[in-house]
């Protein structure tokens, strides 16, 4: 039995304050999923008439912003007014991040603290998140785990760029929280994806988790690698974030595991935004969190079928809000979801593609090189690293001016220390780093063969 539980309670438990708060909010998250549209949009609407009246009572950078678009305090914003409330772009974001910020946090939103993000067009941002926003990303995480009818008394092994040593493996007892704050779990084990293919799989077989978790292009290389030596080590599921998932993938994964992929649509920044449905194969944005509008060139809110910007309203962060926000993805809008659920569905997401690294002896691994590693080099906008050979990796990025040789240093040397490796490095100024063809941005290109 959890020790935060009642004592003298297995069956059924009582769990703690917090815990009950969670289950709290779930249970209404297990009526609100299956509300009409327009029920959602009015309790929506109740949520965000709170945000809009904060952002425009505390953060100065959104008085200017909501001004401009006609809002007054405390008036509901009507839909010709809502759209046109500007987008608030990744850019806006990492120049005017003090002047969007609240100065006054609601002290029942509990500590503040920075949240950084890559994303997922190489342009890094710091954003704030509260006690409330975690509180919901946990409620979020259940809501996954409850949809897809995960045992948590299996066993989850989770390959991590953000956790995890990269000298090997740590195993715990427990999944961690949100989790641990209702049950018992299983045992989980942590690597971080820095790690070598090889040894990764290696470790998958020898320990046979029932989960894996892991980021999309991590799970390509390990599909691959275990198709050829024929073993299976996963028992249950599969679990990605961080990238885009291509239906390739899922595919290639069916074959090489025999187990399902789920993939969750989330950004450090933002949160949870879409989970994948537990019968269709479509996403359905988090509704009771955020305001997902995907809208077309001319900033028209797309049909379904139709393919446009993602623009993001958190609904609960009232330290750094983030009102119209472009996360930098693009995705495609769904029509009614077969599951009954009224959450708004998004059939695809074109976010991040990330190529695998090569090390100078031949072997692959994720290459990690995070924002908060280089940003204080320079005001970097977007970067890109394209690895030519394998001990050479070409570093564009795009930036107001050049940076001189002492930032070129300073940017390579951090790079260097983030990758794990000493590649020779050349870099190259351009004033905006494009999408590929399909839609998604590569921030991590290999033109090395094997
Ligand atoms: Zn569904």
Redesign the pocket.
């Known amino acids: 039995m959890r020790p935060d539980m009642m004592s003298g309670a297995f069956f059924p438990a009582v769990p703690d304050p917090y815990a009950a708060r969670l289950m709290a909010v779930l249970y209404q998250m297990e009526q609100s999923q299956w509300l009409p549209d327009e029920q959602l949009r009015a309790r929506q609407q109740g949520q965000l008439a709170l945000l809009l009246r904060h952002a425009w009572d505390t953060a100065p950078g959104y008085r200017q912003r909501l001004e401009s678009a006609g809002y007054a305090s405390g008036k509901q914003p009507d839909r010709q007014m809502w759209s046109s409330i500007p987008v608030l772009t990744r850019s806006d974001l990492q120049h005017g991040h003090a002047f969007l910020a609240s100065t006054a946090v609601p002290q029942a939103h509990g500590s503040v603290f920075t949240v950084e993000s890559s994303g997922s067009t190489g342009i890094p941002v710091q954003a704030l998140g509260t006690d409330l926003t975690r509180f919901f990303w946990q409620a979020t995480t259940l809501r996954d785990h409850f949809w897809h009818r995960r045992d948590f008394s299996g066993s989850l092994f989770a390959i991590r760029p953000d956790r995890g040593s990269r000298d090997g493996i740590v195993s715990q007892q427990g999944w961690g929280p949100p989790v641990d704050m209702l049950m018992s779990s299983g045992p989980m084990w942590l690597m971080h994806s820095s790690t070598a293919i090889e040894e990764q799989l290696d470790r998958l077989c020898d320990v046979h988790p029932d989960y894996l978790m892991t980021l999309p292009s991590n799970l390509r290389e390990l599909s691959l690698l275990a198709a050829g030596r024929g073993t299976r080590p996963i028992g249950m599921g599969i679990r990605t974030f961080g990238e885009s998932v291509g239906e390739e993938l899922r595919e290639l994964v069916r074959e090489s595991f025999g187990v399902p992929l789920v993939d969750i649509y989330s950004a450090s920044e933002t949160g949870y935004l879409a989970l994948q449905?537990?019968?269709?194969g479509?996403y359905?944005v988090n509704a009771e969190t955020v305001l997902l509008e995907v809208l077309d060139d001319d900033g028209l809110p797309c049909q379904p079928g139709g393919v446009g910007r993602v623009v993001v309203t958190t609904l609960h962060n009232f330290a750094l809000p983030l009102i119209r926000y472009e996360v930098g993805d693009y995705a495609e809008v769904g029509g009614l979801?077969?599951?009954?659920?009224g959450?708004p569905?998004l059939t695809r997401i074109l976010g991040r593609v990330r190529g695998m690294a090569v090390t100078p002896d031949g072997s692959r691994f994720w290459p990690s090189f995070p924002g908060e590693s280089w940003m204080h080099v320079a005001p970097i906008r977007q970067l890109q690293l394209i690895q030519t050979a394998r001990d050479r990796i070409e570093v564009t990025y795009a930036m107001e001016r050049m940076l001189n040789d002492d930032e070129e240093r300073q940017l390579t040397a951090a790079l260097r220390s983030s990758l794990g490796f000493p590649y020779r490095m050349t870099c190259r100024w351009v004033d905006r780093i494009p999408r590929s063809p399909n839609g998604k941005f590569e921030d991590f290109i290999s033109q090395v063969d094997d």
């Open positions: 449905c537990p019968l269709g479509c359905h979801c077969p599951c009954g659920r959450l569905v």
